[in-house]
């Protein structure tokens, strides 16, 4: 999800940043070799949306926001009983649009990731992706995305949001560089880390007064969601729930430290950018 997206539906999502390496190896699409001209569109791609520095060799970083919840649940928090998204009238996220393709993959992947989707697991018994056209909604035809309406939204608010916290939180991780390194290392190809939503709160703060306000309030009923979550899934008493009522129970410790520091009078943003107006009202604080 993107921030903006976040911050619009603070009561229902428990946000957090995610940290990963580039996708390629995802939903299949490594199963085929690479020609030269898949390698250069994920590289135009990776340029545009996520990050690389010597200090974290050559991997590309993505740097993603996520709705985050007990996986016991098995379902979004969005997810009506009768099986509809709760959000379809008011506007789902971009990324539930997208799905089944992946937007962090060039559009010449599309099929292969429709492939894999196909064939994995994870997807076993949907049966919902088929081969033939006429039997639904196109997704790829002759090798194009047939809509690639939601693709180009998903990507157009990652790369407007790098200039509000994915480029500032990227630069802060460089002292961290080392021991994000071993943590990758331990997690294997695709696997992502899940830390607080706190580094991406507090830069975007910093834009303006009004978007300092904006995440504070963001903070309170964050800490009010997890709560009730929290308090939720003790009473459901399941044994694998601990580790994520662990992680939890850490966002809203560290809310409660930024939003100290957030409503602290000695607080000012950052000197004035031309382009405050604009993320005020993507964020929804203007
Ligand atoms: S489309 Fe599905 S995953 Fe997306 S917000 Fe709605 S219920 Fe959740």
């Known amino acids: 999800m993107s921030l903006a997206e976040l911050l619009r539906h603070g009561e229902r999502f428990v946000g957090c940043l995610a940290i990963g390496r580039q996708p390629v190896r995802r939903a299949g699409a490594v199963e085929h070799a690479l020609d030269a001209a898949d390698t250069a569109a994920i590289d ?36 009506a ?40 697991a994870q997807w076993l018994g949907a049966d919902c992706i088929r081969r033939k056209a006429e039997e639904g909604v196109p997704l790829v035809l002759e090798g194009r995305v047939a809509d ?55 830069a975007a703060a910093r ?3 009004r978007c300092r306000e904006l995440c504070v309030a963001y903070i309170d009923n964050q800490i009010a969601l997890i709560e009730r979550t929290v308090e939720a899934a003790i009473a459901r008493r399941r044994l694998d729930d601990r580790p994520v009522t662990r992680e939890l129970r850490g966002f809203a410790q560290a809310y409660a430290g930024a939003r100290e520091l957030l409503a602290a009078p000695g607080w000012r943003p950052d000197a004035a950018r031309a382009d405050t107006p604009e993320i005020e009202a993507w964020l929804g604080a203007a």
Do not use: N
Request: aromatic residues 8%.
């Open 81 to 120: 009983d009768d099986g509809r998204c709760m959000l379809h009238e008011t506007g789902k996220p971009a990324m539930c649009a997208a799905v089944p393709l992946e937007p962090l993959l060039p559009d010449r992947l599309q099929m292969r990731v429709l492939e894999g989707r196909r064939e994995s």
């Open 207 to 209: 834009v303006s007064s």
């Open 148 to 202: 690639a309406g939601a693709l180009v939204r998903f990507r157009g608010a990652l790369a407007f949001e790098r200039g509000i916290w994915r480029d500032a939180v990227f630069a802060s991780f460089h002292e961290a560089a080392a021991d994000l390194r071993g943590a990758f290392a331990r997690l294997g190809a695709d696997g992502h880390l899940t830390v607080s939503l706190v580094p991406a709160l507090t």
């Open 44 to 79: 135009e791609l990776s340029q545009a949306l996520f990050h690389r520095s010597a200090a974290f060799g050559s991997d590309w970083i993505v740097l993603t926001l996520q709705g985050y919840d007990y996986p016991s649940l098995g379902r979004c928090p969005a997810l």
